[in-house]
């Protein structure tokens, strides 16, 4: 039963489409026409084991907060500490990471993050009501108690979701044992493929990259103790990830230079890594920048589709990252410059046949000024969607207008969700569908596409766009 005072929770079907009437009408034709399309999800960071071994989620807070940074991050800027979040703790209580959330449900009002955890909460859960310090045990034991339930155990939720297809993120050295338990199981009929995230052995600087080097060495079974062995291992596991249905690399990087070394200069900065010397800031840029520009030629070897997503200073906060790890909310977006940064790899690649590079980006200054004018050239540039700080419905729409007077709709990739919480998959693709659709809404509005063709557009950047870009 509501408790006193609560407000409810209840989603709007119109929700994020316009407020004038006659574009609305159009707007809500356009997403009926998408709605039930299956989810494409080439970007994200789920783990597969989840999938893999399909148990119960064990209680709200591991499903809906720990997991996902959007919401830790939020909860930590109010001065919630991340230990009591359980991130990075195995002993937090659940039911208090709950409260916590529910607690402080004010803060997350006019965030995209609001959005997915009332479609999670309203959809999945039957919850009609906001959570509050009030009503937070009651919600947590009703969905403890549906959580126990078969359909919403994580393949349940595959299939309901209507996805086609999830990519993972996964390191070098991953043996890729849940992907391969997947695609040997009778019993599974969804797929799930895996992304090479190579950051971990070719940024110099890291602290852990001695250890991670001598992991590739012994995943792929060469000797990484000089550069050529370091480039064969690559090789060697791009073809292991292909063969477990891999079909993109993906790179996180502060700065998009990709100007290639002489190789004996970057032997000379690897040999340094490899022994666990330090390098100079100057030579990790330098190194990175080669490494992207060596990355794309190896795609252009293999098929294997490039992402590419710098300006971000990872770990911004130093005492968090060292109690916590990475990936704990604290990645914060710095001005990149592209034009200059891309063009010894654009020259190089940018119109070899099968070559595919997906750019993103968080400077939204850049996204007319410059991604779309490449992506709206280069036959392998394809400009990717916003994603983590700009996937806000008002950063969505800027992006959309920004980029598609230079690049048009096709020279992008369609929707890309990037999440770490398994159950927001199919509310963010929502959001995008909705958004979407309001854009085309409005050039149908203007007299300058038909509904017809809008209608078209939208069904080719919610399903189209991503399975072709992506090549799943």
């Given at each position: 039963m509501p408790q006193p005072?609560?407000?409810?929770?209840?989603?709007?079907?119109?929700r994020l489409l316009p407020s004038e009437p006659s574009r609305r009408a159009v707007a809500r034709r356009l997403l009926a026409h998408v709605a039930d399309l299956p989810l494409v999800s080439p970007h994200g960071h789920i783990d597969a084991g989840i999938l893999a071994r399909d148990e119960a989620f064990p209680d709200p807070a591991a499903l809906l907060v720990t997991p996902d940074h959007y919401v830790t991050r939020m909860l930590y800027s109010a001065g919630v500490p991340l230990d009591r979040l359980g991130v990075r703790n195995p002993d937090a209580d659940p039911r208090e990471i709950w409260r916590l959330l529910c607690a402080h449900w004010h803060l997350f009002r006019g965030t995209p993050s609001r959005l997915w955890l009332e479609s999670e909460l309203h959809d999945l859960f039957g919850v009609r009501e906001q959570p509050s310090a009030g009503n937070a045990d009651a919600l947590y034991d009703r969905i403890t108690a549906a959580l126990a339930e078969p359909e919403l155990r994580p393949r349940a939720l595959y299939h309901r979701f209507n996805l086609e297809v999830l990519a993972t993120t996964d390191n070098p050295w991953d043996d890729l044992a849940d992907h391969r338990a997947l695609a040997d199981d009778p019993s599974w009929k969804g797929r799930v493929a895996p992304t090479f995230r190579p950051d971990g052995v070719t940024d110099p600087e890291r602290p852990d990259i001695a250890a991670n080097l001598r992991l590739l060495a012994e995943a792929s079974g060469i000797d990484t103790a000089d550069y050529a062995g370091y480039l064969a291992a690559l090789r060697d596991r791009r073809r292991h990830f292909l063969a477990h249905g891999a079909s993109c690399t993906d790179h996180g990087v502060e700065a998009a230079g990709t100007a290639p070394?002489?190789?004996?200069?970057?032997?000379?900065?690897?040999?340094?890594?490899?022994r666990g010397e330090p390098v100079t800031a100057a030579e990790g840029e330098a190194f990175r920048a080669h490494m992207l520009f060596e990355s794309a030629r190896m795609s252009v070897e293999d098929g294997l589709v490039m992402q590419l997503h710098p300006g971000v200073r990872r770990n911004h906060h130093r005492a968090v990252f060292e109690e916590f790890g990475p990936d704990t909310g604290c990645d914060i977006p710095v001005a990149t410059e592209y034009t200059r940064a891309l063009q010894p790899l654009l020259n190089a690649f940018g119109r070899e046949p099968g070559f595919t590079f997906v750019v993103f980006t968080v400077d939204e200054t850049s996204f007319s000024r410059e991604i779309a004018p490449l992506a709206g050239h280069y036959p392998a540039m394809k400009v990717g969607a916003p994603w983590w700080f700009l996937d806000a419905p008002e950063a969505i729409l800027r992006w959309r207008a920004a980029v598609t007077e230079t690049a048009g709709f096709y020279n992008t990739a369609g929707f890309v969700d990037d999440t770490r919480a398994f159950c927001s998959i199919a509310a963010r693709h929502d959001v995008a569908r909705r958004l979407d659709c309001a854009y085309l809404s409005g050039l149908v509005a203007e007299h300058r596409l038909s509904e017809e063709e809008a209608a078209q557009t939208a069904a080719d950047l919610a399903h189209t766009l991503p399975k072709q870009v992506f090549r799943v």
């Open positions: 005072n609560a407000l409810p929770l209840a989603p709007h079907p119109d070394l002489e190789a004996s200069a970057a032997a000379e900065i690897y040999g340094k890594a490899y």
